[in-house]
DNA sequence: TGAATAGTGTCTATAAGACAATATCCC
DNA sequence: GGGATATTGTCTTATAGACACTATTCA
């Protein structure tokens, strides 16, 4: 063996990767590795979580999954799984969305981490939040290979970027009760989302390929939860060179048509 | 034995928490728990960096601490450590901050997450990012049981908030090597600083209780990489209600003296 | 034709940038 | 007084909000 301090590392380390030596190395740090007993204080487990966000009914809404084992058993979670020890927290996260989901090249982005040591009442689970944006086809189309996903129509109860938790609620309006901090990972997002929307064109990732200004307003209106100026929004929409119009037209709308307009790539997403 | 599938568990966990569960519970995970190996598939570890932060010379300005270890021995680190079974992530934060710069009761914040399953050659180490803001005295104060911390000059090689990795240099101009991926951590602080200058008052965390309106604008000048304007500047502050003028000047100042200024507690920060 | 929304033009209020004029300190 | 920066005031320009008016589709 190399380096003796491999020894006291953790004996699934040891066993596994013999040379390794201490990952931050300084005095501090081999003093406590020293006096460390790795069976006294197992590894924290790493999950991923993603919070899916849509726009359907003019609402935010999130995919949450029943759970069907102890604890909080029946109430709802969002998909998540381990961080396999080969793998990327960007690819968990993918793989996560893909195996629960069944989306692929999906719009995600790391969110939070959230490490309280008693968020999770069995041991000690720290998980990466990601959020992930898809617009209401995609979001419908969404399936869980395990269980019985379900649209779950966030409420905010706070205005601009205050933060916290937000509530949950089915379609037809009954409360539903998160698992875990689950609600303020999707209270982060919103967040993440209304800071977010101010000076980055995250809102075409909730649009289908073509759409009206309207319904761009809309969007941003759903997720700011206020009323945006309907002049103001569309003078910058078109100022801003990250829409260009299709000359195409809705149709069957019962008033006049709106032009067709199509995000246009280049700008930093 | 409550519940059969804690044989499935890492020995550790199994010996420590007989009664645990999978702590992410549907059909696919069970699947995956089912035909996972623990002993093949060793838990990640979990380490916290502190990115701290202040401005020194009118130049961003950081502290890391060189390594006396292989590997990427004498490449300089961002202090850090790692996350303890019961300690959230915020206290393990503070604890690197207290033990290896001597700094309590600091502006600290998570940052980001960075997982990449090489970043560290040893093993899987994932690291939740934090940056802490203090003024130069605090900041020259701070110090090391463990070695010989230094003042590093962070320079920026992008505008705006295109973010990527930055550049470090020691007071006499000369670079130096930062270890693993701390540029990529570094430069994740600095466009998070930036980002957050528009609409929360954290300059303040980086200027002496009381501070003049230049002393100000050349925090936010050094912190977005451009000058600004002086008027509006000045207006923008004054207006902001964020400010509170003392009443008292500068002195020995060459010139006319300018008032001294307080930040006004209340605001979000 | 009427309902409903799309799209254009104009006016006003506000904030930013530019610049001039004055104030106040130290030497 | 001279040098240097603070502070105030004014003018110009860009943008947001408000509102009136015209355009176009379907029923």
Redesign the pocket.
């Known amino acids: 063996m190399k380096n003796p301090k491999a020894a006291r590392l953790t004996k699934q380390g040891s066993r596994r990767f013999p040379d390794r030596v201490d990952p931050i190395v300084d005095q501090s740090e081999r003093d406590f590795l020293a006096t460390y007993d790795p069976s006294a204080f197992p590894h924290p487990s790493v999950t991923v979580d993603v919070a899916l966000i849509s726009i359907t009914h003019q609402k935010l809404t999130t995919f949450v999954v029943r759970r069907t084992e102890y604890p909080q058993r029946g109430s709802w979670a969002l998909p998540g799984g381990f961080v396999r020890f080969s793998e990327s927290l960007d690819a968990a996260a993918a793989r996560v969305l893909s195996t629960k989901a069944g989306l692929r090249n999906v719009f995600l982005e790391q969110l939070y981490t959230f490490g309280e040591p008693g968020r999770d009442p069995r041991t000690r689970i720290i998980t990466v939040a990601y959020y992930a944006l898809v617009n209401v086809d995609r979001f419908m189309a969404a399936d869980s290979e395990s269980g019985r996903p379900i649209e779950a129509w966030i409420d905010v109860p706070w205005e601009g970027e205050a933060g916290g938790p937000v509530d949950v609620a089915d379609t037809s309006g009954a409360p539903l009760e998160l698992a875990f901090d689950h609600a303020d990972i999707l209270g982060m997002a919103v967040k993440r989302l209304r800071g977010k929307l101010d000076y980055t064109p995250i809102g075409f990732q909730l649009l289908p390929d073509t759409f009206?200004?309207?319904q761009l307003q809309e969007v941003h209106e759903t997720i700011l939860g206020r009323r945006?100026?309907?002049?103001?929004?569309?003078?910058?929409m078109?100022?801003s060179g990250l829409l260009k119009g299709t000359g195409k037209?809705?149709?069957?709308?019962?008033?006049?048509?709106?032009?067709l307009f199509r995000f246009v790539k280049g700008a930093a997403v």
Chains 1, 2 share one sequence.
């Open positions: 009206t200004l309207r945006l100026n309907k002049d103001s929004f569309r003078r910058r078109l100022a037209r809705q149709d069957e709308v019962g008033h006049r048509p709106a032009e």
